[in-house]
C-alpha cells in the first residue's frame, strides 16, 4: 500500500502523507514525497504544492517500525527529503493538523510557508530517545522560532500546540476548526502564487539573539542542572550555538556529528531500550492484537487497607465506578476516608479541582456484602496475603461474581495458579500485582496463570493502558519477576553487612550509582516486617538458601522501619530522613564476632556490581524459564517499580553493556570466594557468552 497520495486540485499538486496511524516517515514514505514533489516539478501546469497529513497527524516522526534497520537510512534520507522540499521551484506548503513532531516538525521546516490548526501537537521529542533533532532542526528552528523558543522546544521535548508560536513567523496562517483544512491550504497557494510571494527558504534566515554568549552561558548552567546523567540537553545548546554562530551547512554538519556521537552513549541506548520495550511489553506472543476484550465498565475491589485503597483510586481516576469491600465497618470507614484524604491533599496541591474531587468519589461506594459485587465486570482482592484468607475469598467470589468476571488477585507472593483452583472458573483469574503507592507506581504485573484465558490476558492489559499503568505480563512463580529478583539482590546486600559494609554504606553506593532508593532504606520504608514474614515462610520451604541473619534480629526487636521510627536507620516523628544508627552498627560489630567473621573494607563498586550482579542472574534464570517473555520486561519492571536508573536502561541492558562476558566471569569469582552456589552464571548467561549474543 502506498503511503502517499498524489492529486491535482486546479494549479496545485497536493500530497498526502497517508501512512496510518502517525503518517511515520517510512522509507515507502519518503519516497512517495519525492516522486509526488517530482511530478508536480514536471508539470508545467502545477504552481504550487501543498503537503498535507491526517487529522489525527501531519507527522508523528521516524518510522518506529523501521527503528535501527537500514531503511530507517536510505536514500532519499529526511535530511535529503528536506533539502528536496526546501529547493523546489515552486512554492511548498505545509498544512499541520494533529501530532507534527520530530521528523515530521523537521520535514514542515523545509517547506516555504506553514499552516496549521492552532491546537495542531509541535514537537522536537528526540532528546527523550537520547538524541537531538537530527534533520535539521537544530538549525532551522532557531532560525524561525527564535533562539530561546526553539531551544525550550528541543530541551523539554515536550509537545506545545501550535498557537504557542503565535509570535514567531513559523507559522503564515493559523485554520479554525471550522474551516476545512485542505481547502484553506489551496486558497493560501493560490494566494502565494497570485502575488509571486518570494519562497521563504528556511536554511537563507539568520538566527539571531542579542548577547547571544551570555545566554547560552546561562542556558548551558540551567540545563546541566537539570539533565543529570543524559548527555543530550547539552548537546542542544551547542547545536543551537552552531545556528547562531557558523554558516548553516557548518551548522548540519555539526549536527549530524553530535547526533551520531550521541546515538553511541550508554545513556542513549538505555532510553531509546526503555521506548522500545514499553511498547514490547503490551505484545503477548500469543494472545493476538485483534483478541476479542471484556467490557469493564464496573470494579470490585475487596479489602480497603494500604493497596485496596490506591487501587481503587485508579479507576476512579479513569472514571471507572469502584465498590470497595471490607469485613469491618470500621475498616471501609477508615478505608473510604483515607482515599478522599488523598484527593483532598491533591486539592491542596492545586493538582485536583473541588469538582473533580467529588465526581471521583460520587464513583465510590463501600460495602460489606458480596452481593453488591453481583454487576461487577472485574474484582481486584487485596486482603492480607494469607492463602487461607484468599481461598475464602474466592470461594465467595466463585458463587456471587458473574459468569465473564474476571477475578484479579493483588498477591505479591502466593500461587496464582492455586488461588485460581479456588474458583470453578480458573480461565477467569489473573493476578494483577499493583506496587506500593498503587495510585502512584507505575508498574503493573499482569500474572498469568496456567489457566488463565487469553482474552482475560487482552483485557487487563487494555485495562493497564486506562488506567495509566505500564502492564508487564509475568509467569507464575515464587514473587513473580520483580519480587524474585528484589530478593536476591536484599540477599547480597544483607551478605555484604556481614562482610563488613555498614547499611547507609550500602544504601549510599547504591544511590550513587543511580538507584532511587538503597536497599535497606527502601526497607524500611516499606516495612522490615513483610520481609520477615517472607523470609519465615521461604527459607522453611527452601532451607538450602543461605541468607544473612541479621535482618531477622532487627525485626526480633520490632525495628520495621519507619512505621515504628526505628529499622535500619532510625525517624523523627513525622520524618522520613534516615538517621544512619550507631546502634546497629554496634550490633553487627557483635553478629560478626558471634560468627567469627573477620570484618573487611568493601569498595563501592563490589557492593554495585554484588547487588546488581545479583539482579542479573536471577533475571536470566527467570528469561530462561519463561516467566518472562522478553528481557526488556524485565527492564521495564526495574525502570517503572523498583527505581532502577533510567540511564542505565535496566539489569538486563546494564549487564549487555558491561559485557556479558565479563558479568559471567564476575559472577563465577563470587562464586568461588563466597562458596555460594547462587553465583553460578544462569545457564542462558553461559549459553549466550558462548554464543557472542547479549541478553537484550
Ligand atoms: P493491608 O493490611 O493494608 O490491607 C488488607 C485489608 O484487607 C485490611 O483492611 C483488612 O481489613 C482487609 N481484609 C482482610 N481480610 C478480608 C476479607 N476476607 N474480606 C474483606 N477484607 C478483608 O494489606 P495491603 O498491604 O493492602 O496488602 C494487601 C494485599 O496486597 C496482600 O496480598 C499483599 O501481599 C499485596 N501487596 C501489598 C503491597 C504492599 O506494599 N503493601 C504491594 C503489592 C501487593
Known sequence: MSSTRYEVRGAVAVITLANPPVNGISYALRCGVVAGVDQASAD???????????????????????????????????????????????????????????????????????????????????????????????????RILGVETALNLMVKGDPVPASSFKDSPLIDEYVAAETDLLDAALAFAERVVAEKRPLRRVSEMKADYPDHEAFLQFARNMIKGVAGPFPAPLKCVDAVTAALTLPFEQGIKLER???????????????????????????????????????????????????G??????????????????????????????????????????????????????????????????????????VFEEIGVKEAVFKQLDKIAKPGAILASN?????????????????????????????????LEVVRGAKTAKDVMATVMQVAKKIRKTAVVSGVCDGFIGNRMIEHYGRVAGFLLEEGATPAQVDRALEKWGMAMGPFRMGDLAGNDIGWAIRKRRYVEKPHIRYA?????????????????????????????????PEVDVQLVAYRKELGITPRKISDSEIVQRCV?????????????????????????????????????????????????????????FAASSGDSFWEPAPLIAQRVAEGKSLT
Not at 501530532?99 to 523537521?106: I, L, N, P, R, T
Not at 496464582?416 to 502512584?440: C, K, L, W, Y
Not at 526480633?556 to 522501619?561: I, P
Not at 517499580?641 to 559471567?664: K, T
Request: net charge neutral; glycine share 12%.
Open 44 to 142: 508545467p501546469a502545477i504552481k504550487a504544492i501543498v503537503l498535507i497529513g491526517s487529522d489525527r497527524a501531519f507527522s508523528g516522526g521516524a518510522d518506529i517500525g523501521e527503528f535501527g534497520s537500514p531503511k530507517a537510512y536510505a536514500e532519499p534520507n529526511l535530511p535529503t527529503l528536506i533539502r528536496i522540499l526546501e529547493t523546489s521551484a515552486k512554492p511548498v506548503i505545509a498544512a499541520i493538523s494533529g501530532v507534527c513532531m520530530g521528523g515530521g516538525f523537521e520535514l514542515t521546516l523545509g517547506c516555504h510557508f506553514r499552516l496549521a490548526r492552532p491546537d495542531a501537537k509541535i514537537a522536537l521529542p528526540e532528546v527523550k530517545l537520547g538524541l537531538i533533532p537530527g534533520a535539521g532542526g537544530t538549525q532551522r528552528g532557531p
Open 257 to 307: 556529528d553530535l547526533f551520531v556521537g550521541l546515538m553511541g552513549t550508554p545513556e542513549c541506548r538505555a532510553l531509546r531500550h526503555a521506548f522500545s520495550a514499553e511498547r514490547a511489553a503490551s505484545k503477548m506472543p500469543d494472545v493476538p492484537a485483534d483478541t476479542p476484550t471484556r467490557t469493564i465498565a464496573s470494579v470490585g475491589v475487596i479489602g480497603a487497607g494500604t493497596m
Open 309 to 382: 485503597g490506591g487501587i481503587s483510586m485508579n479507576f476512579l481516576n479513569a472514571g471507572i465506578p469502584v465498590t470497595m469491600l471490607e469485613m469491618q465497618q470500621e475498616a471501609l470507614d477508615r478505608g473510604m476516608a483515607t482515599i478522599r484524604k488523598n484527593y483532598e491533599n491533591s486539592m491542596k496541591k492545586g493538582k485536583l479541582s473541588q469538582e473533580k474531587l467529588d465526581q471521583r468519589m460520587g464513583l465510590l461506594k463501600g460495602t460489606l456484602s458480596y452481593d453488591d459485587f453481583k454487576d461487577a465486570d472485574l474484582i481486584i482482592e487485596a
Open 411 to 443: 498477591t505479591s507472593t502466593l500461587d496464582v495458579n492455586a488461588i485460581a483452583e479456588f474458583t470453578q472458573r480458573p480461565q477467569d483469574v489473573v493476578g494483577m500485582h499493583f506496587f506500593s503507592p498503587a495510585n502512584v507506581m507505575r508498574l
Open 549 to 581: 541473619r541479621f535482618a531477622d534480629r532487627l525485626c526480633e526487636q520490632g525495628r520495621f522501619g519507619q512505621k515504628t521510627g526505628k529499622g535500619w536507620y532510625l525517624y523523627q516523628p513525622g520524618n522520613r530522613k534516615a538517621i544512619p544508627d
Open 613 to 669: 550482579y545479583a539482579l542479573v542472574n536471577e533475571g536470566a534464570r527467570i528469561l530462561e524459564e519463561g516467566i518472562a517473555a522478553r528481557a526488556s520486561d524485565i527492564d521495564m519492571i526495574y525502570l517503572t517499580g523498583y527505581g532502577f536508573p533510567l540511564f542505565r536502561g535496566g539489569p538486563m541492558l546494564f549487564a549487555d553493556e558491561v559485557g556479558l562476558y565479563n558479568v559471567a566471569r564476575s559472577m563465577q569469582a
